[in-house]
């Protein structure tokens, strides 16, 4: 089908200046870009004309750092993300998704897991291999496919686990050339790079030379890598210099994950990091990031315990659990000396709110703090923080409110950031960055404080993270691009999603268009399916189709 847009505001992605233009969209691709008013449906034999009048049109948007592996294949729709003007996401996130795995590395890690995407027993695990992944991905189903597209990052402590199980310990020359060769396979597959969550297990228990025999492989292979690394709170600083240096000393490019400095002794500290990246940068190194704006983070009650005691798995966890005497020194871990898994910090029983448990007769503490629980039942705050964990399976989802403003800010405006949601779509009482960040960014940020201009602010949402991702003709809106494009009104754009109603949609998102095809027409979900897999290919470019293990 053809579509013209008529008479729309450009913003091309590049950066560049605005300008009136009208855009033809010819099947999945961009036809014709050119001056407002010199294209009519007539001359190009459109079959469909919008008229764009007061809206601006930019290329849709790529979430750097999206948590959409199991639920772009449960809740099909998505309308989370199409309602912000998202048309691609990065999935395989934070060292932990489902391939690649076998039957056992599949089971751990849907467990360990759950509280990010659900975990539903009714449901078809059909892939092993990443290749499987994203074919699955790939599958029509009444001729529709995934409501995004979708690239892949490798899942280091996934693959630590298939290779090594659960366990903390370091591989054994044969085990390291394994896990080498399981990344090398998963990348010619088509993953893009690599993910690491080294405060989450298995992946934290692998030493920096452990990793760096797998950036190295990655490397080769033209990838990135994408590390959730060892601490936001204390030892933050050295925690990214670590992960600078793997890159420097491996030749492979680097792109960190959600990049903030939390917790109270990093507020105001944004200045340190970005020296630290800066430098790195001037001296050649290849190196991108991506935040939120917002300041809690997200993530699972269990990643609160130290590293050693979540050693083997859920099993070995929850019978730890029930140990009085390794309760204790859980305990001392996590309320005195400041658990690994806590960012090096003492938890701070005030700051985790539950936002989703898998166990119905615990909803009732969805938006509660582990504190206001506490007072509540007359009970010790770590008492509830380990019996939750114990009901719950380790699966309860939590809000961490840790973050500073001012650290926000500075890192969004720096030269190489991308935006990345980090959205938990499941939970009764979620981030609403999941269905907020790109239209916060746009409003808020853009708009109303007027920290970039909208040229700048679409730049970072699109052209600059296609770059990162090698995106074959996406990202921009040019001639012979995919027709991923997004129309919304800069006046009215906004994110409405609060943390008493995280799943209220955004506004002034008109159209969204993925592959062509409207997702969002006029404001409303159309309930086309059009998103593609995009897989790296042997010559390094990211493209939807088929690639070749070679």
Known sequence: MKTLISNAVLVDGTGADRRPADVLLDGEVIA????????????TGAERTVDATGLVLSPGFIDMHAHSDLQLLVNKDHYAKLSQGVTTELLGQD????????????????EKIAGWNDNPQDFDWNWRTVGEYLDRLDASENGKRIATNAAYLVPQGTVRAL???FAEGDPTPEQQERMQDTVRTAMKEGAVGMSSGLTYTPGMYARTEELAGLCRTVGELGGFYAPHHRSYGK??????????????????????????????????????????????????????????????????LAAILPSWSSSGGTEATLARLADPAML?????????????????????WHTLEISGVQNPALAGLVGKTIAAIAAETNAEPFTVFAQILQE????????????????VQAIMVHRTHTGGSDGLLVGAKPHPRAWGTFPRYLGHYSRDLGLLTLEEMVHHLSGRPAERLKLDRRGLVREGYAADVVLFDPR??????????????????HYVFVNGTAAIDAGKPTGARAGRA?????????????????
Do not use: W
């Open 95 to 110: 060292g932990l998704s489902y391939a690649p795995v076998d039957d056992a590395t599949l089971t751990g890690v849907r």
């Open 163 to 165: 290779v090594m199980g």
């Open 492 to 509: 009215t754009v906004r994110d409405e999603a609060t943390f008493e109603d995280p799943r209220k949609p955004a506004t002034g998102i």
């Open 534 to 550: 995009l897989r790296r290919g042997p010559d390094g470019r990211t493209r939807a189709g088929s690639t070749e293990n070679a």
């Open 235 to 300: 030892g933050a600083l050295g925690a990214y210099a670590e992960m600078i240096g793997l890159s420097r000393d491996t030749g492979c490019a680097l792109h960190l994950s959600h990049a903030t400095m939390n917790f109270a002794e990093n507020k105001g500290r944004a200045g340190e990091l970005l020296e630290l990246i800066d430098a790195a940068l001037d001296d050649g190194a290849d190196i991108t990031l991506d935040t939120y704006p917002y300041l809690p983070g997200a993530t699972t």
């Open 32 to 43: 014709a870009v050119a001056d407002a008013g010199s294209l009519t449906a007539r001359g």
């Open 392 to 407: 719950d399976r380790l699966g309860t989802g939590i809000l961490q409110h840790v973050g500073h403003e001012e650290n």
């Open 328 to 348: 204790a020194r859980i305990r001392e871990s996590v309320e005195i000396y400041g658990s690994d898994g806590c960012h090096g910090v003492v938890a701070e």
